[in-house]
């Protein structure tokens, strides 16, 4: 195989309860990618559309990860040409750069005839994390590989988990074009918590873990919920209570901040719920004359595909 397209999905992080060790992968939006073999060793980024980002391979996350898989197997004459057609918003919060990341490593590691395991892909899509947010974390780029919800056991050593997704589960996320820095997002973090926060935290990634093996979205809607990091992250987001408020009020499971914002997701048990969330939504918005995109999506089980 000389060459290879893929679709690569936005992924939400956190998912509530799960701050920096669940993630989720959606169906809708996705960047397509195309990564060729080349006669000049390294990486070389030749096109990228829909946004402006950097093309050195160095400064983008695809060149960064595509590297560390190539440094890991000491690939040293292997060469490889990269496209990238962005079709997620870079700091939207939906796994922008984990698409790119993870596109990148999945796409090489097949045209080099499978080396690695996709779960062994990880750590290298983690390099390209640790370039564009300074922080090497797993909960975007896991679930981007691997689909469906994934759960980071631990980082050190690092151990993902892949969980399943009850049949019906649809996911509603609001991007309001809000700026907010992850610098900004990750200073308001506070480095103790309560023991009482923490108990109930752990009950409710206990709790949602097990609802998810057994299909029971009453045990789900009743884990949605973040005591820690969400009352310190959402002012960043004007209108997330709003918006949080309506999603509940219109029948969403639980909804919180995808990522680290601005985007807000909400999960709901069937498509239509989902669209009437994704409209309540959009009316906060436009109510506070902010533009936004909004997506309603399947839980996407099987991660980056092969066009
Ligand atoms: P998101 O919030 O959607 O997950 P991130 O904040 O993780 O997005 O990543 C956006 C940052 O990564 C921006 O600073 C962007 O310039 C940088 N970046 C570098 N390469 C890429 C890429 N291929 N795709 C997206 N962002 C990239």
């Given at each position: 195989?000389?060459?290879?397209?893929?679709?690569?999905?936005?992924?939400?992080a956190?998912?509530?309860?799960?701050?920096?060790?669940?993630?989720?992968?959606?169906?809708?939006?996705?960047?397509?990618?195309?990564?060729?073999?080349?006669?000049?060793p390294?990486?070389?980024?030749t096109?990228?559309?829909?946004?402006?980002?950097?093309?050195a391979?160095e400064?983008?996350?695809a060149?960064?990860?595509?590297?560390?898989?190539?440094?890991?197997?000491?690939?040293?004459?292997?060469?490889?040409?990269?496209?990238?057609?962005?079709h997620?918003?870079?700091?939207?919060?939906?796994?922008?750069?984990?698409?790119?990341?993870?596109?990148?490593?999945?796409g090489?590691n097949?045209l080099?005839?499978?080396?690695f395991?996709?779960?062994?892909?990880?750590?290298?899509a983690?390099?390209?994390?640790l370039?564009?947010s300074?922080?090497?974390?797993?909960?975007?780029?896991?679930?981007?590989?691997?689909?469906?919800?994934?759960?980071v056991?631990?980082?050190e050593?690092?151990?993902?988990?892949?969980?399943?997704?009850?049949d019906?589960?649809?996911?509603?996320?609001?991007?309001?074009?809000?700026?907010?820095?992850?610098?900004?997002?990750?200073?308001?973090?506070?480095?103790?918590?309560?023991?009482?926060?923490?108990?109930?935290?752990?009950?409710?990634?206990?709790?949602?873990?097990?609802?998810?093996?057994?299909?029971?979205?009453?045990?789900l809607?009743r884990?949605?919920?973040?005591?820690?990091?969400?009352?310190?992250?959402?002012?960043?987001?004007p209108?997330?209570?709003e918006?949080?408020?309506?999603?509940l009020?219109?029948?969403?499971?639980?909804?919180?901040?995808?990522?680290?914002?601005?985007?807000i997701?909400?999960l709901?048990?069937?498509?239509?719920?989902?669209?009437k969330i994704?409209?309540?939504?959009?009316?906060?918005?436009q109510k506070?004359?902010?533009?936004?995109?909004?997506?309603?999506?399947?839980?996407n089980?099987d991660?980056?595909?092969?066009?």
């Amino acid at each position: 195989m000389e060459e290879i397209k893929l679709f690569c999905p936005a992924t939400i992080a956190n998912v509530s309860c799960g701050f920096d060790v669940l993630g989720l992968c959606l169906t809708q939006p996705g960047d397509e990618m195309i990564i060729r073999k080349s006669s000049t060793p390294g990486i070389q980024i030749t096109k990228i559309g829909g946004h402006n980002l950097p093309l050195a391979t160095e400064k983008n996350v695809a060149g960064v990860a595509g590297l560390a898989l190539l440094n890991n197997l000491k690939e040293l004459k292997a060469g490889f040409e990269i496209e990238i057609y962005k079709h997620i918003k870079p700091g939207s919060g939906i796994g922008s750069s984990a698409a790119s990341a993870a596109g990148a490593v999945f796409g090489i590691n097949q045209l080099l005839g499978e080396p690695f395991s996709t779960k062994d892909l990880i750590p290298f899509a983690m390099q390209g994390e640790l370039l564009a947010s300074g922080a090497l974390h797993a909960d975007n780029v896991a679930p981007a590989l691997l689909g469906g919800f994934t759960l980071v056991r631990s980082y050190e050593p690092l151990d993902v988990i892949k969980l399943p997704v009850p049949d019906q589960l649809m996911a509603t996320v609001i991007h309001p074009q809000l700026e907010v820095k992850t610098a900004d997002a990750r200073s308001v973090l506070k480095h103790s918590v309560s023991l009482k926060s923490a108990i109930t935290q752990w009950g409710n990634l206990g709790g949602l873990i097990s609802a998810l093996y057994t299909s029971d979205y009453n045990l789900l809607a009743r884990c949605l919920h973040d005591e820690i990091i969400e009352p310190l992250r959402s002012v960043l987001i004007p209108g997330f209570d709003e918006v949080k408020k309506t999603a509940l009020a219109h029948g969403a499971l639980g909804s919180g901040i995808s990522g680290s914002g601005p985007s807000i997701f909400a999960l709901s048990k069937d498509k239509e719920t989902a669209q009437k969330i994704a409209s309540a939504m959009a009316e906060v918005y436009q109510k506070f004359e902010v533009d936004y995109d909004i997506h309603v999506s399947k839980i996407n089980g099987d991660g980056i595909k092969i066009l």
